[in-house]
């Protein structure tokens, strides 16, 4: 390693972050021979791929599956020895539940938005009218008559969908998969990011039911799921492992400040300031997180060397509360309600916005015991923009008690109290994605000034997209834009 006019070591890369793309980008870089320093905020690596102890049983209570989309996930799996992990869940389909209604999910539609295969026979016309009534149907049926133009100037989802069907489909299909999905309303999300092309579509092919079919035509979308037997948190455990080996240093419980130029090296170098526990140099910088925008410390600098701030992004993140309990429930080996429920309009006596029941949609987790099963529950905020999940203020016994009065109904059952075993939560704070009305400008911002920087790369969910089939190719991207595989470190 270098010298820093400090006399502190400065290593090749500093990596903020030490969440799955931080831990895949120090060990790309340090396979490549660079010296790499990742600061993690917290107290363990992983981030969003994070392990729970559910009464003595390892659960995933972040991310617990990734999309086959594009095969980077698995590539990795396949470099890490994986490969033979890969489960795959089992064909039981989800269901949409709201106070009165309980239905499977219609296939073949986009975000929720029926294809125009619903109408197509009656069976289909059946199942799409459990789900949505009578009120739904003639939505469906008014798309089919209306000029193609109509919704043409929509930007938001909400709009989009109210315009060319209206209140039942978006309520009870469209909002409970995007609330579910990315917890936002249909109102909150650009559908010409969420799915690009999606009102050309409309105008070429006359409806949008029929532009959902033919978008699913060209391009199957990413539905496809796996897992990692055993959970995704072994990843993590593998990386860790992989990162030791390759020699990083791995500074834990250490949040970065700021990023500053250093204008007193003789080559070029960058101060990352950590909150509380001074700063460290590097030659280069790799964030996974939207690092606070900091003062300049040029003309202020009586500790240090004088330097320019660099602003890596904004952050704007969306809460959610993963609450999972563990359940002696053997009326739930029927798996009554497929992989799991979305939750639509109304829901005035459910509080929780999905679950997921992990037992049924995962059979190697069935190594729990007879009639022992695993839920997975989530919870938004209070209202559209809170800042914290409506769980926030509530202690371990009444989330218990939300989660399994929820659980009952949206399962089609009652769970007592005794019934449940133990209960495990967690608090997190998703970056909001691009498709979120005016984040998508935001980003290219982040992004153009990044790329103005030399020595500077971004990755991660936050720039990136939700999602480890977005994050790991842009990982790799912005690692081989700092360290060009036939160039030395
Ligand atoms: C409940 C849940 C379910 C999900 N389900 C799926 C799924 O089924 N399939 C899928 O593909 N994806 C899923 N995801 C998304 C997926 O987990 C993420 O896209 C991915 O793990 C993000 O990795 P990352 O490294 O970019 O970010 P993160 O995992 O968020 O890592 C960022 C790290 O940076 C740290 N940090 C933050 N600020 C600072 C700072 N200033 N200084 C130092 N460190 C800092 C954080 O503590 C964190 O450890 C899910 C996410 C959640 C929360």
């Given amino acids: 390693m270098n010298r820093s006019p400090l006399g502190q070591s400065t290593p090749d890369l500093v990596v903020v972050g030490g969440g799955i793309a931080g831990m895949l980008a120090a060990r790309r870089a340090a396979g490549r021979g660079a010296s790499?320093?990742?600061?993690?905020?917290?107290?363990?690596?992983g981030g969003m791929i994070c392990r729970a102890d559910l009464?003595?049983?390892?659960?995933?209570?972040?991310?617990?599956?990734?999309?086959?989309?594009?095969?980077?996930?698995?590539?990795?799996?396949?470099?890490?020895?994986?490969?033979?992990?890969?489960?795959?869940?089992?064909?039981?389909?989800?269901?949409?539940?709201?106070?009165?209604?309980?239905?499977?999910?219609?296939?073949g539609g986009m975000l929720g938005i029926p294809g125009e295969a619903a109408l197509r026979?009656?069976?289909?016309?059946?199942?799409?009218?459990?789900?949505i009534g009578d009120e739904g149907i003639a939505e469906l049926e008014r798309d089919r008559t209306l000029d193609p133009r109509v919704g043409a100037d929509a930007s938001d989802l909400e709009s989009l969908v109210l315009a060319r069907m209206g209140p039942t489909v978006l309520g009870r299909l469209?909002?409970?998969?995007?609330?579910?999905?990315?917890?936002?309303?249909?109102?909150?999300?650009?559908?010409?990011?969420?799915?690009?092309g999606l009102a050309e579509r409309v105008h070429e092919h006359g409806s949008l039911s029929a532009a959902v079919a033919a978008l699913r035509k060209s391009a199957p979308p990413g539905a496809a799921v796996r897992t990692v037997e055993g959970g995704m948190h072994r990843v993590v455990a593998r990386l860790e492992h992989e990162l030791a080996e390759l020699g990083v240093d791995v500074r834990l419980s250490t949040r970065v400040a700021s990023v500053l130029e250093d204008g007193s090296a003789l080559e070029q170098a960058w101060r990352v300031e950590l909150e509380g526990a001074g700063s460290l140099f590097a030659k280069r910088i790799l964030s996974t997180v939207a690092v606070p925008r900091s003062v300049s410390a040029r003309g202020d600098d009586s500790e240090g060397p004088s330097g320019e701030a660099v602003a890596i992004g904004g952050a704007a993140a969306v809460p959610a509360e993963v609450v999972a309990l563990l359940v002696q429930?053997?009326?739930?080996?029927?798996?009554?309600?497929?992989?799991?429920?979305?939750?639509?309009?109304?829901?005035?006596?459910?509080?929780?916005?999905?679950?997921?029941?992990?037992?049924?949609?995962?059979?190697?987790?069935?190594?729990?015991?007879?009639?022992?099963?695993?839920?997975?529950?989530?919870?938004?905020?209070?209202?559209?923009?809170?800042?914290?999940?409506?769980?926030?203020?509530?202690?371990?016994?009444?989330t218990t008690e939300l989660a399994r009065g929820d659980a009952g109904r949206l399962l089609g059952t009652t769970i007592e109290r005794e019934d449940v075993i133990a209960m495990a939560r967690h608090v997190w704070r998703i970056p909001a994605p691009a498709a979120r009305i005016g984040r998508s400008a935001e980003l290219r911002g982040a992004r153009d000034e990044a790329r103005r920087t030399a020595g500077v790369a971004l990755a991660g969910t936050w720039i990136d997209g939700t999602g480890l089939a977005s994050v790991i190719p842009g990982v790799l991207r912005a690692v081989d834009e700092l360290f060009p595989e036939d160039a030395q470190a």
């Fill in 36 to 45: 790499v320093v990742i600061v993690e905020a917290g107290d363990r690596l």
């Fill in 55 to 107: 009464g003595g049983l390892p659960i995933d209570i972040g991310a617990e599956a990734f999309a086959t989309r594009g095969g980077a996930f698995a590539a990795l799996l396949h470099e890490l020895g994986m490969h033979d992990d890969i489960v795959e869940p089992r064909a039981l389909g989800s269901w949409v539940v709201t106070d009165a209604t309980a239905a499977p999910m219609p296939a």
């Fill in 121 to 131: 026979d009656v069976e289909s016309r059946a199942a799409v009218h459990a789900a």
């Fill in 174 to 196: 469209v909002a409970p998969v995007t609330r579910g999905v990315y917890s936002l309303d249909p109102a909150e999300l650009d559908h010409r990011v969420l799915i690009p």
């Fill in 329 to 398: 429930a053997p009326q739930l080996d029927a798996h009554p309600r497929g992989t799991g429920v979305l939750v639509g309009d109304p829901s005035t006596t459910i509080r929780a916005k999905a679950l997921t029941h992990v037992t049924a949609k995962w059979a190697w987790q069935e190594a729990a015991a007879d009639g022992m099963h695993v839920l997975r529950l989530s919870y938004g905020p209070h209202a559209r923009g809170g800042s914290e999940p409506l769980t926030h203020s509530l202690s371990d016994d009444e």
